[in-house]
């Protein structure tokens, strides 16, 4: 079946302008996370969502880095006045639920450059 | 702290060799999960097995094996007969019943030599 699938697949951007990205999860998946992951190193974590219920904001670096999830699907990041620190590869994945017991299952990530 | 603590940055074996990632993880929950992904040059993290912390035998698949020993709070991963399509950064990961991250390793660089 599909995967998880973002876009876009890279993004340059200027520096101050926003930006969103786009995470289309698993069908039937009702956990979706985003991560971060500067180049060489791990997974920062950033916000997650269990179906309905309030998200998990509490890795979000900043005020300028917000979240939604619309009708339980689809989730977009949006980074609002971008910082070259932005840079980074933005992962989202899904999982059946959000109780750790299930896999997590991985997008090919967004390469987001800030110029 | 780091709940997950992946000691090696980057590892490069010869190709046929044998080699271990290892993974040592901090938790008081009696409940949780661990789990390792792969990361090839392309870059989409690929699941590889989840193990739940009272299953501790150990688990084989192919070239594959996970020792996991409580005692020790480690889940090393064991790669036999190591092939250049091995070459990958390597991440171990865990999950509590009681929250809801999951806590990644900074993962491991292994590089096969031909």
């Known amino acids: 079946g599909a995967g998880v699938s973002q876009s876009p697949s890279n993004k340059v951007t200027e520096k101050g302008k926003d930006v969103e990205l786009r995470c289309d999860p698993i069908s039937g998946h009702t956990a979706l996370y985003w991560y971060r992951q500067s180049l060489g190193q791990g997974l920062e974590f950033l916000i997650y969502?269990?179906?309905?219920?309030?998200?998990?904001k509490s890795g979000l670096p900043s005020d300028r880095f917000s979240a939604e999830r619309t009708g339980g699907s689809v989730s977009t990041l949006t980074i609002q006045r971008t910082q070259q620190e932005d840079s980074a590869v933005y992962l989202c994945?899904?999982?059946?639920?959000?109780?750790?017991?299930?896999?997590?299952?991985f997008g090919p990530g967004t390469r987001l450059t800030v110029t | 702290a780091q709940k997950v603590t992946q000691a090696q940055t980057e590892i490069s074996v010869v190709e046929k060799e044998d080699v271990t990632l290892d993974c040592v993880y901090e938790?008081?929950?009696?409940?949780?999960?661990l789990f390792w992904y792969k990361q090839p040059p392309s870059g989409e993290l690929v699941f590889l097995i989840r193990r739940n912390s009272f299953d501790e035998q150990n688990e084989i698949s192919g070239r594959y094996s996970w020792n996991f020993q409580k005692s020790t709070s480690s889940f090393n991963f064991t790669i036999t007969a190591s092939q250049v399509v091995d070459s990958a950064v390597y991440f171990c990961a865990l999950s509590e019943a009681t929250g809801n991250q999951f806590y990644f390793g900074t993962g491991t660089s292994l590089t096969v030599i031909p």
């Open positions: 969502f269990q179906g309905n219920s309030a998200p998990d």
């Open positions: 938790t008081r929950d009696t409940t949780y999960y």
């Open positions: 994945a899904s999982s059946r639920d959000s109780t750790g017991t299930y896999e997590q299952y």
